[in-house]
């Protein structure tokens, strides 16, 4: 049982360029969830989804977009990358907001 | 309303010894609170978690007691060991609609010395 995987796991970008982060999960999980941990901030949600097609902003959207076209899959995107950007960002997924959420081991993200 | 605080930011407790980590929120909707710990390198994975209609739940040598009338619960580590040293997340949501969240607090990091 594989969980939540994330792909990459390691990425350096220059600025301007773009990238999309993978997130799968093979639990049938409804909800899905992208955060970006820095030093001191802990968790910070970016965006998540409520179930195949839905999409949400969470505490720090900007810049980022996501999509979830299958229940299993949640992308997110840089369409032109920040040093501020610069994180590791996590996926995570649960059966409903207050159900224990599944995290993958994270994406190393570096923007130069 | 929505923010989770935790205290301390970080601890260093001897082995053996019990560390006390305390999480208090505002929103008196929450309902689940949970706490995660993520070792270095790794994604965060659930450690125990309570619901307030318990005052004190335990799962092996972690405990968590919840004071609801203070908005306030807390983790305690029985007997720490070297292998608990990581950074340690309170959390709190409610599921009364499909888009509320889960609030994490800042993290604490714990050292477990020998």
């Known amino acids: 049982n594989a969980g939540v995987t994330q792909t990459p796991k390691f990425r350096v970008l220059k600025t301007g360029q773009s990238m999309t982060l993978l997130c799968a999960q093979d639990?049938?999980?409804?909800?899905m969830y992208w955060y970006r941990q820095d030093p001191g901030m802990g968790l910070r949600l970016i965006h998540y989804?409520?179930?195949?097609?839905?999409?949400a902003k969470g505490e720090v959207p900007d810049g980022y977009n996501v999509s979830r076209l299958k229940k299993q899959n949640f992308l997110l995107g840089l369409e032109s990358a920040a040093p501020s950007q610069t994180s590791v960002y996590f996926c995570?997924?649960?059966?409903?907001?207050?159900?224990?959420?599944?995290f993958g081991d994270g994406t190393r993200l570096s923007i130069l | 309303q929505q923010q989770v605080k935790q205290s301390p930011q970080s601890l260093i407790v001897q082995k053996g010894g019990i560390p006390i980590i305390n999480c208090a929120y505002e929103n008196t909707a929450f309902d689940y609170f949970p706490w995660y710990q993520q070792f270095p390198g790794k994604g965060p994975a659930l450690l125990i978690a309570?619901?307030?209609?318990?005052s004190e739940k335990k799962e092996g040598r972690f405990t968590i007691s919840f004071n609801k009338s203070a908005k306030q619960f807390s983790l305690h580590i029985m007997d720490s060991q070297p292998g608990d040293s990581a950074t340690y997340f309170c959390a709190a949501s409610r599921g009364r609609t499909s888009y509320d969240k889960v609030i994490f607090g800042p993290g604490t990091s714990l050292s477990v010395i020998p």
């Open positions: 995570a997924s649960s059966t409903s907001s207050n159900q224990p959420q599944h």
């Open positions: 309570i619901r307030p209609d318990v």
């Open positions: 639990m049938n999980h409804e909800y």
């Open positions: 989804s409520v179930g195949e097609g839905t999409t």
